[in-house]
């Protein structure tokens, strides 16, 4: 998918840093409040904990970034996920795990809240990690007048099966997943919906018909929150016109920015082995 040079260029670098782990600590809520903190962002890269509000002794954790309660929603797209936009462009696909207990603030930090079309990436108080990296693409895709189109899809892992969100039908059809033989290491979800996004309200429509989706799913499953992960996926294609000679020839190019949300590590871990299997 990306170009050779590129490739060798990044397998010269170290490939530790193909993996970033960021903490992000929100704010007290209102009953949190009225009681100490044992957690302490010491810088932007050390987190420190305490068993009880005033003990001496502590347990130290260093990460790529530590965030703090007053962070901003745009300073942890910037460290977080900006660098990605460039590297789907380069034809490379990214991941980013978004992992916490229910009431973390997964949601607030992957999606955020709605805000205008017209407001840019760089501006939105409130956009999530999601339509940000969105419209950062689009951005990027038209300021280089490249020929593109993108398509999202979102599905729900609960116990062990697969459902789309972005289904047209109303009933709980789940999804098979097969391993793709062309591709080592590549699976294919079968009857997986796409669909076509050109802005980001978009994004944000399809955000909430899934999420409306999923609540449904939750009642008629007698769903627990701790045990539903879901997966959101932007598909980028770009059409690259090359002049080889006298011919003109269109570069295709697909990659992959993929965003899931995460309760349990452990219990996805297990639901993804028997999927498998």
């Given at each position: 998918?990306?170009?050779?040079?590129?490739?060798?260029?990044?397998?010269?670098?170290?490939?530790?840093?193909?993996?970033?782990?960021?903490?992000?600590?929100?704010?007290?809520?209102?009953?949190?409040?009225?009681?100490?903190?044992?957690?302490?962002?010491?810088?932007?890269?050390?987190?420190?904990?305490?068993?009880?509000?005033?003990?001496?002794?502590?347990?130290?954790?260093?990460?790529?970034?530590?965030?703090?309660?007053?962070?901003?929603?745009?300073?942890?797209?910037?460290?977080?996920?900006?660098?990605?936009?460039?590297?789907?462009?380069?034809?490379?696909?990214?991941?980013?795990?978004?992992?916490?207990?229910?009431?973390?603030?997964?949601?607030?930090?992957?999606?955020?809240?709605?805000?205008?079309?017209?407001?840019?990436?760089?501006?939105?108080?409130?956009?999530?990690?999601?339509?940000?990296?969105?419209?950062?693409?689009?951005?990027?895709?038209r300021v280089q007048n490249l020929e593109f189109s993108m398509r999202v899809s979102f599905l729900e892992l609960y116990n062990e099966e697969l459902f789309?969100?972005?289904?047209?039908?109303?009933?709980?059809?789940?999804?098979?997943?097969?391993?793709?033989?062309?591709?080592?290491?590549?699976?294919?979800?079968?009857?997986?919906?796409?669909?076509?996004?050109?802005?980001?309200?978009?994004?944000?429509?399809?955000?909430?018909?899934?999420?409306?989706?999923?609540?449904?799913?939750?009642?008629?499953?007698?769903?627990?929150?701790?045990?539903?992960?879901?997966?959101?996926?932007?598909?980028?294609?770009?059409?690259?016109?090359?002049?080889?000679?006298?011919?003109?020839l269109k570069v295709n190019l697909a990659c992959k920015v993929i965003f899931v949300l995460v309760k349990e590590l452990w219990l996805l871990v297990q639901e993804l082995k028997i999927l498998w299997t």
């Amino acid at each position: 998918m990306a170009s050779p040079a590129l490739i060798r260029k990044m397998r010269k670098g170290n490939n530790s840093q193909n993996i970033k782990v960021y903490v992000r600590c929100r704010p007290m809520n209102g009953t949190e409040s009225k009681t100490l903190s044992v957690v302490e962002c010491r810088n932007n890269k050390e987190l420190v904990l305490r068993d009880r509000p005033h003990d001496k002794v502590t347990k130290a954790f260093t990460f790529d970034r530590v965030f703090g309660q007053d962070s901003k929603q745009i300073d942890v797209y910037r460290a977080v996920a900006k660098n990605s936009v460039n590297e789907v462009l380069n034809g490379f696909n990214c991941t980013i795990f978004a992992y916490g207990q229910t009431g973390t603030g997964k949601t607030f930090t992957m999606e955020g809240e709605r805000t205008p079309d017209n407001t840019s990436w760089e501006e939105d108080p409130l956009a999530g990690i999601i339509p940000r990296c969105v419209t950062h693409l689009f951005d990027e895709l038209r300021v280089q007048n490249l020929e593109f189109s993108m398509r999202v899809s979102f599905l729900e892992l609960y116990n062990e099966e697969l459902f789309d969100l972005l289904s047209a039908h109303d009933d709980l059809s789940k999804l098979r997943l097969y391993e793709d033989a062309s591709r080592k290491g590549s699976c294919i979800i079968q009857g997986l919906e796409e669909v076509l996004v050109r802005s980001k309200s978009d994004v944000y429509s399809i955000l909430e018909k899934g999420s409306a989706k999923r609540q449904t799913a939750a009642t008629l499953m007698n769903a627990h929150s701790s045990r539903s992960h879901t997966v959101f996926t932007v598909t980028v294609h770009i059409k690259e016109n090359t002049v080889d000679g006298e011919e003109l020839l269109k570069v295709n190019l697909a990659c992959k920015v993929i965003f899931v949300l995460v309760k349990e590590l452990w219990l996805l871990v297990q639901e993804l082995k028997i999927l498998w299997t």
